[in-house]
């Protein structure tokens, strides 16, 4: 076994710095030093969820760049020094239909997720990126391209492949119509994309608050969700709306701004949700989900970032500060996403 330091829940709200263990590097591993991971809502929803007797330890993480230091003796594709980003699945079946179509974020028996997920060979649970080494299988990890500051590139890896699935499986390209709601991690990141992708877009926000971030984004207007005014003369204007909301919250205000044959793409708060069958009859609108990518997907969206110069607006902290990073995220007050340098656990 090899030892490295990290952050373990010990609360909802508690993290302590501890010593982990990551396995030998099987042939086909690379172990990374992390040395930026990203801080999701994700994290927040599972340090809420987690059970403190339960058997497993937490920590959180999936949006993480490092550096190889040392590779598995049959690792073609990186060498030790090379910077890399992983993302939040490290492993999946390899063999189901899915998999075969490049799809290993729908894999059949469930892709193996980068924390709190269940490693396919020894049935560990995976402990996630806020630490200072990871372990992942060299088909898991991508190469980090040249020019993509690796502090703001880290968020890319789960919030940006989340909402660059949909907006690619969903055709958006110049002429269309998008609108983004909800402007945190996911969020802004998904304007940035959508308007590299010549997309016309929007952003759906609470208030007005974000107005010139959303300008500055890129994006040609701002809707405030509360006021009906302005949801009523939205109504029936976007092709594709791509719904980060964190919370669980009415899907029905969202559809009505849906054009005829476009599609509600909730990749935000995920569980139950109710719709009236009308709301999707009328204009023959479509509801869709979508989360994390595939393996092509994921390299494809780190080539058109590097392309475009896209990268998260990040407030970067050292990892002894990820409490207030997660209290200020609870908060929504980060613009826009908080990454954690984990160099202050060497
Ligand atoms: P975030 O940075 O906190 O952003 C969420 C945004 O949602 C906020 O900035 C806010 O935007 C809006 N919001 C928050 N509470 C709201 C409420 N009560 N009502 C309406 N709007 C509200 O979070 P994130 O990291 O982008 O993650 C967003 C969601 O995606 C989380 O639930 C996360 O677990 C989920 N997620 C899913 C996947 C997947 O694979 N599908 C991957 C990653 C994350 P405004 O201030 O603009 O209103
Ligand atoms: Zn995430």
């Known amino acids: 076994m090899r030892t490295t330091t990290g952050w373990q829940a010990a609360g909802p709200a508690t993290l302590r710095r501890t010593s982990l263990e990551r396995r030998d590097l099987r042939p086909d591993d690379l172990a990374v030093r992390v040395d930026y ?3 999701c809502h994700t994290d927040l929803h599972a340090l809420g969820a987690h ?11 999936h949006e993480f760049t490092g550096t190889v ?16 980003a992983v993302g939040n ?10 998999c075969e179509a490049g799809q290993e974020n729908f894999c059949h028996s469930f892709p193996t997720l980068t924390y709190g997920g269940t490693d396919r060979h020894d ?15 060299e088909a898991f ?3 980090l391209p040249a020019g993509l500051d690796p502090a703001a590139a880290a968020p890319l890896m789960c919030a940006g492949v989340t909402v660059w699935e949909p907006l690619h499986a969903l055709g958006v390209g110049p002429g269309s119509r998008v609108a983004v709601a909800g402007l945190g991690g996911l969020g802004h990141l998904a304007v940035k994309m959508a308007v590299a992708l010549g997309a016309t877009t929007t952003v759906i926000s609470r208030t007005g608050d974000k107005r010139d971030d959303a300008r500055r984004l890129g994006a040609h207007a701002l809707v405030e969700s509360t006021d009906s005014r302005q949801m009523d003369a939205a109504r029936d204007t976007f092709d594709v709306i791509i719904d980060t909301v964190s919370a669980p919250h009415d899907l029905a205000p969202y559809l009505k701004l849906v054009a005829m044959d476009g599609t509600l793409s909730i990749v935000g708060h995920l569980g139950p949700v109710g719709i009236e069958a009308m709301d999707l009859l009328v204009g023959r609108k479509k509801l ?25 607006d990040v407030e970067v902290l050292p990892s002894a500060q990820v409490e207030t990073a997660l209290d200020r995220l609870g ?3 980060v613009r826009y996403r908080f990454v954690l340098d984990m160099s202050d656990l060497d």
């Open 123 to 137: 049935g560990t649970t995976t402990l996630g990126g806020y630490s200072r080494e990871y372990v992942v299988r």
């Open 69 to 84: 230091t040392a590779t598995g003796p049959e690792v073609t594709a990186f060498s030790v020094g090379d910077g890399v």
């Open 331 to 333: 908060r929504n007050d």
């Open 51 to 61: 059970d403190q007797d339960a058997k497993s330890p937490l920590v959180p993480g």
């Open 141 to 143: 990890a991508y190469a």
């Open 37 to 39: 991971c990203g801080v």
């Open 288 to 312: 869709s989900s979508a989360g994390s990518g595939g393996r092509p997907a994921t390299a494809e969206m780190l080539r058109f970032c590097a392309a475009h110069g896209i990268v998260a």
């Open 89 to 98: 699945i490290i492993d999946s079946c390899g063999a189901c239909a899915m």
